[in-house]
Every structure is written in C-alpha cells, then in structure tokens.
C-alpha cells in the first residue's frame, strides 16, 4: 500500500513569500489532515478535510494560510505571507473515518 | 477545550532498563487515544490504538495501557533502536487528532 506522499520535503524561503505544498492521500482515505510542528514539539492541527469538504479550520491562520482539496483526493497548503514564526514542519495525514491517521515524511520549511 | 501533556519531557534509558511514558488528557469526546513514534525527519509511526478505560495493547517491547484520565506507555528492556520521540494524541467525536508534545527517548548502549 502506497503512503501519504508529499512535496517538496524541503523549501527555504525569504519572508514575505509564498510557498505551497502539496500532498497525495492514501488511496481511499476520505479524512485528510494538515498539521504544524514547530521544532520540538507536537503536531498541531491546522485543517481538517472530509472528501472536498472542511471538517475543522478552527487553527488556521486565514489572513495568511489557505488549503483545498480538489475533487476529494490531493490537497494544497498555501502561505502567503510567509513569516519567519512559520518555519515549521508541514505534516499531511489521511485516514479512513475514524479511524488511526497515516502520515506523510512532511515538508520542513524555513522562512529566513 | 482538548488537551494533551506528556511526561517526562525527555528519557535517558540504559539498554535494558525499563520505563514508562506517561500522557494525561482530557478531551470531550473520547473515539480513541493513540501512541506515535517520530523518528527525526519523519512523519509519526502509528502504535497503537486504546479505545476504552483498561484496555492494553503490546507489540514488542513496548505495552500500552489506558485509564480514563491518562494512558501509560511502557517499555521493557529497550534497545537503541527504540529512540525516538514518542507522540500520544487523542481523538475526539469531531475525528480530528489533539497531539501531545511528546516525550524524547534516549536509549544508550
């Protein structure tokens, strides 16, 4: 079984940019989840996906954060602008319904 | 609001020399309490899934138990390779996952 496949795993940017990252779900994985981790610390939920639908987007920064998920399947994380407090590790996770999340390698990104 | 803490922050461990991980919860809705593992530069490595009060999971050296306020994480005679930083998090009615900040284990030879 194929995972959760994500990209690109590294991105350095300068503040004020924009950065997109972008994840393939688990085939047949109708729950999609993109989490925060800041270095040395857990995963924080940003936004949360059922089919094309959003669940949960209560954490997401919406002035400067945006996400969708075309047609059910692979989903995009947009920053624009990027801050330097974003440097973070992006993980994307699906999972069938309530059940266990599978997660991705995540997208560690540096904002200088 | 759900939250998760976990203690200790960090473990140091001899090769051999049992412990166990603790994390507290408290959450709304309880669907299931779930233990990661994270190596560096990875995404979490699922565990286990506990769903009720006294329920105990084991897969080698490692045994998971819950109550209804927190779950233990127990690890018997580790090895090196059981380093790594070990995620508890729990899932509420809504599906979405409430993360803790994780305990870092070391384990020296």
């Known amino acids: 079984e194929a995972g959760v496949a994500q990209s690109p795993r590294y991105k350095i940017i300068e503040k004020r940019q924009s950065v997109a990252f972008w994840c393939n779900p688990i085939?047949?994985?109708?729950?999609l989840y993109w989490y925060q981790q800041i270095l040395g610390q857990g995963p924080k939920l940003l936004i949360q996906?059922?089919?094309?639908?959003?669940?949960?987007d209560s954490q997401l920064p919406k002035d400067r954060f945006s996400a969708e998920r075309l047609k059910g399947v692979d989903s995009t994380l947009k920053i624009q602008p990027a801050k330097l407090e974003d440097s973070a590790v992006y993980l994307c996770?699906?999972?069938?319904?309530?059940?266990?999340?599978?997660f991705g390698q995540g997208t560690r990104l540096t904002v200088v | 609001e759900d939250q998760v803490t976990q203690s200790p922050e960090a473990l140091r461990l001899q090769e051999g020399e049992s412990s166990s991980l603790n994390c507290s919860y408290t959450?709304?809705?309880?669907?299931?309490l779930f233990w990661y593992r994270q190596d560096p530069g990875k995404g979490p490595e699922f565990l286990f899934t506990?769903?009720?009060a006294g329920e105990e999971k084991e897969k080698e050296r490692l045994k998971a138990t819950l109550t209804k306020k927190e779950s233990f994480l127990h690890i018997t005679a580790p090895k090196p390779e059981d380093s790594a930083t070990y995620l508890c998090?729990?899932?509420?009615?809504?599906?979405?996952?409430?993360f803790g900040p994780g305990t870092r284990l070391s384990v020296l030879p």
């Open positions: 959450v709304s809705g309880l669907r299931g």
């Open positions: 996906f059922q089919n094309n639908g959003v669940v949960d």
């Open positions: 085939s047949g994985h109708a729950t």
């Open positions: 506990l769903y009720s």
């Open positions: 998090a729990v899932q509420n009615y809504g599906q979405n996952f409430v």
């Open positions: 996770a699906s999972s069938l319904v309530s059940r266990r999340a599978f």
